[in-house]
């Protein structure tokens, strides 16, 4: 009697696919925190201020633009309304449907700056 022997196929998964994933809120706080030698605390309250100074910025009284130094260029954009429009043609479901009206709205776009495009 003849036995056929079964070859299993090794696979070898690579070390080198596991994801970076994002710092979270508490490990930025930390990092912050252990780099600067100030309190959790002290930090919290300097991005609280930032936020502050952000929300008078880009709001209906301020300038509409906030810069954050080296890094990015924070501003307020506002976008039209559009109208409503009829029997539109879609090609992809290949039929004609209706659109409706988009009101005005504000939009806030980032920019970043010449330092931050060459850190990445």
């Known amino acids: 009697m003849a036995k056929k022997k079964a070859k299993k196929k090794a696979?070898?998964?690579?070390?080198?696919?596991?994801e970076v994933k994002a710092r979270t809120k508490t490990q930025?706080?930390?990092?912050?925190?252990?780099?600067?030698?100030?309190?959790?605390?002290?930090?919290?309250?300097?991005?609280?201020?930032m936020a502050g100074m952000?929300?008078?910025?880009?709001?209906?009284?301020?300038?509409?633009?906030?810069?954050?130094?080296?890094?990015m260029k924070v501003k307020k954009k506002?976008?039209?309304?559009?109208?409503a429009r009829k029997n539109v043609w879609l090609p992809l479901?290949?039929?004609f449907r209706?659109?409706?009206?988009?009101?005005?709205?504000?939009?806030?776009?980032f920019t970043p700056l010449k330092a931050l495009k060459e850190m990445v």
């Open 54 to 71: 952000i929300k008078k910025d880009l709001g209906n009284r301020g300038p509409g633009t906030f810069t954050v130094p080296g890094l």
């Open 11 to 18: 696979t070898k998964k690579s070390a080198k696919t596991t």
């Open 93 to 95: 479901m290949q039929e």
């Open 98 to 109: 209706d659109i409706p009206a988009k009101p005005a709205r504000k939009a806030v776009k």
């Open 78 to 83: 506002v976008v039209k309304k559009r109208p």
């Open 28 to 49: 930025i706080m930390a990092g912050i925190a252990d780099d600067t030698g100030l309190s959790r605390k002290e930090v919290a309250s300097v991005f609280e201020c």
